[in-house]
């Protein structure tokens, strides 16, 4: 058919010519196999095609007036714009001269989203679509699992936002909504609208709804309200501004603030009745050629991130899903600022910290700020001795009681070589370190007959090291074992003022509460042998097989001759399973101070990961801690996943957390229910943090595309059952 269809195009050349003229503003192109002409009626019939702008359609018949402008296309219409767009009737009427196009009945398919609209008939006017009584849906056309009916519809297609009439939703031929009028788009373009909302029920805070704003009007930034209520709680607001300042940088800011109802706040027992705070982010990575208009060479860089909150329950209620929310009993809020380059790198840090389970935090300790300097390595003779400087200046600050300016000063030396043919690589380092205090402020507590005074001191810690590295090639596997042995030791040491006074006492580990000793951080290097080994496998491929190592170190002082060993190993088992352990054995106690150990299985749609880590410090039964979590996925096929997860302190005997659920998805919709549990703290009116026990099913539906599932559910339902994990 195409080379008939060649043949009749060059036997019309000369004809498509003369309509070029009369078409010169709009040009049509006509292909098809029989072309008759009577007057100012071209009849095309065969195998039609039809370029005209940016549309190609195909007819079984049509007919031009190029009087009128008028362009009728019969039987099997079908059009394509800019390959994005499939049209298909049995009539089409296209006027040239007004620029309308018509068809009827009318079937658009939307390539990206996969939209497909079906209607009795539809309009073109340059660029908007006006329709009549008609259905829409993403489904598969012949028993669509979803659709939206409507009495009329108007389609721009530039913005690619549709808008429908008195629309009725169906799940197959249920009615389960009615609106007068439904928008939203069918591409991915940021724009101002209405979000999918979220709802949830709960037997002490009643129904829950949540309606996301989202404003867009410009590409520098977008701004998402977040009104909700909790009938029989509160009701309150979170929003978010997110901003792009510059090609470099980005920033958002989170406002949000909830009320809680007397009723509910009395019965409770809650601290606050108000709850509120903020969050601000920013990240700029090029700051001072930008701020200060100048060139500098290397890089320079903003990272800001400070959060306030006035207690725990302000996280907790920013969603009804908490799933992907983690709450912490402390805020850190940070502002780094630094410039490097080669040489050099110069660093700017605050910190602040806000305890949540405090009223007031006037003796909480802050950096503000830490001011920063590093000399990258330097090498002489060869490469054979190596040095770098590293100076950090911190303002210890706190509102109340005895403050601090300590300044470190780092500068570590190695001289390194190699023996017999490059066997054997010896090394010695040596640390030169001095840190000096500056207090200021008055001390409200009593520190007996001891007292803050400027003070410094000057140490340097040695390092001796023996190591070498064998490598065995084999066929099937290469072998690499690692061997080295360190010696450390202390060297001399000056001390003045502060550091003299309180060196003894504050070494001693039953003072280490004590209010004279918060300021004091300085550690003595313990003599000791240090034994290393290790071992790496490696497929034919270079791909890592087994990675072992074991560390032991001998005390040549004290009680204690052995530290504790350490065993690590990483062993891919398989293309499917691998097994991770870290462990340390103390030899005092015969007893693990640590261990660690996670195996995680993934193939044939299975992602399984278990894990459990065990801690103890051997000073009293509160340091212990023995903590699981595991995590099992299943997807069936394209369609069915399931997922489970439980999370258990089994010193504490406590569930932390636990989830099953599935997700069914198509092309078209989602569909999913979750069932969860969770621990979460909150502020009691007493001031202490309790931990809150919750119960919750989650339903996520999403109809496709102008609905996303993405993790998030639709409507939560939480159980009536809460207690006190306390």
């Not at 700051?287 to 100048?294: F, H, Q, R």
């Amino acid at each position: 058919m195409y080379k008939l269809l060649i043949l009749f195009f060059l036997s019309f050349v000369a004809y498509a010519e003369s309509l070029k003229e009369d078409l010169a503003s709009d040009k049509v192109e006509i292909f098809a196999t029989t072309i008759q002409t009577e007057d100012n009626i071209i009849t095309a019939s065969g195998d039609v095609a039809v370029v005209y702008k940016d549309y190609y359609l195909t007819a079984s018949k049509a007919v031009y007036n190029k009087e009128s402008g008028d362009l009728e296309l019969f039987d099997n219409v079908r059009a394509n714009q800019n390959s994005e767009y499939k049209t298909l009737g049995n009539y089409a009427k296209l006027n040239i001269k007004n620029k309308q196009r018509s068809f009827e009945p009318f079937y658009m398919l939307e390539e990206i989203s996969q939209t497909w609209i079906s209607a009795d008939k539809g309009s073109f006017k340059d660029r908007d679509l006006d329709l009549s009584s008609g259905v829409v849906s993403s489904c598969d056309p012949q028993n669509p699992l979803w659709k939206m009916e409507f009495s009329s519809s108007d389609y721009n297609l530039d913005d690619k936002w549709l808008n429908l009439y008195n629309t009725r939703i169906y799940i197959y031929d249920i009615p389960v909504f009615y609106t007068p009028w439904f928008g939203y788009p069918l591409d991915k373009t940021r724009r101002t609208g209405l979000l999918v909302p979220t709802m949830g029920y709960s037997q002490d805070e009643g129904f829950y709804y949540q309606q996301p704003i989202y404003i867009a009007e410009y590409d520098e930034w977008d701004l998402e309200l977040n009104p909700q209520l909790r009938t029989d709680r509160g009701f309150g607001l979170y929003s978010t501004f997110r901003f792009v300042d510059s090609p470099a940088s980005r920033g958002d800011f989170t406002v949000g603030y909830f009320k809680e109802k007397d009723s509910y706040f009395d019965s409770v027992n809650l601290k606050n009745q108000e709850h509120y705070g903020f969050k601000f982010d920013y990240q700029h990575n090029d700051v001072l050629n930008d701020y200060l208009d100048i060139n500098l060479d290397g890089q320079s860089g903003l990272y800001v991130d400070i959060g306030y909150m006035n207690d725990v329950d302000y996280i907790n209620l920013e969603s009804n899903d908490f799933i992907n929310t983690s709450t912490a009993t402390q805020i850190a809020s940070r502002v780094n600022l630094f410039y490097n380059n080669e040489d050099n790198y110069y660093g700017m840090y605050l910190k602040h910290y806000q305890d949540l389970t405090l009223d007031t935090n006037e003796a909480t300790i802050q950096q503000l700020p830490t001011l920063h300097y590093h000399h990258y390595l330097e090498t002489m003779f060869e490469d054979h001795l190596n040095y770098n400087l590293d100076i950090q200046s911190k303002n210890i600050y706190r509102q109340i009681d005895t403050k601090v300016t300590q300044t470190d000063i780092n500068i570590p030396v190695s001289l390194s070589t190699h023996i017999f043919d490059e066997y054997i690589d010896l090394s010695f380092k040596t640390n030169l370190y001095g840190q000096q205090s500056s207090f200021t402020g008055n001390e409200t507590r009593n520190l007996g007959t001891r007292e803050y005074k400027d003070g410094y001191v000057l140490k340097n810690d040695n390092l001796v090291s023996v190591s070498t590295q064998l490598t065995k090639s084999y066929t099937d596997f290469s072998h690499v074992i690692a061997f080295g042995a360190n010696y450390i030791f202390d060297g001399g040491e000056t001390s003045d003022g502060f550091y003299e006074d309180n060196r003894e006492f504050c070494k001693n580990v039953l003072n280490a509460n004590e209010p004279i000793c918060e300021f004091y951080n300085i550690t003595d290097v313990e003599k000791e042998f240090q034994f290393d080994f290790s071992q790496y496998i490696y497929d034919v491929d270079g791909k890592q097989i087994v990675y072992h190592r074991l560390v032991q170190n001998i005390l040549t002082q004290g009680t204690t001759t052995l530290g504790d060993l350490e065993n690590e190993l990483n062993y891919m088992i398989s293309n499917e399973i691998n097994f991770y352990n870290n462990m340390f054995y103390n030899h005092e106690n015969k007893k693990l101070s640590k261990a660690y150990n996670k195996i995680s299985y993934r193939d044939y749609g299975f992602d399984v990961s278990l894990s459990h880590l065990y801690k103890d410090t051997f000073l009293q039964a509160a340091d212990k801690t023995s903590y699981m979590t595991s995590a099992i996925s299943y997807q069936y096929n394209s369609h069915y996943r399931y997922f489970f997860s439980y999370d258990y302190d089994i010193e504490l005997d406590v569930k932390k957390r636990a989830e099953i659920g599935f997700l069914y998805s198509k092309r078209c919709w989602d569909f999913g229910i979750r069932y969860a549990q969770n621990n979460r703290p909150e502020l009691g009116r007493n001031g202490q943090i309790v931990n809150a026990y919750d119960k919750y099913i989650y339903f996520t539906i999403a109809f496709k595309p102008f609905m996303s599932s993405a993790g998030n559910s639709l409507f939560a339902f939480k159980l009536p059952d809460k207690e006190n994990t306390n």
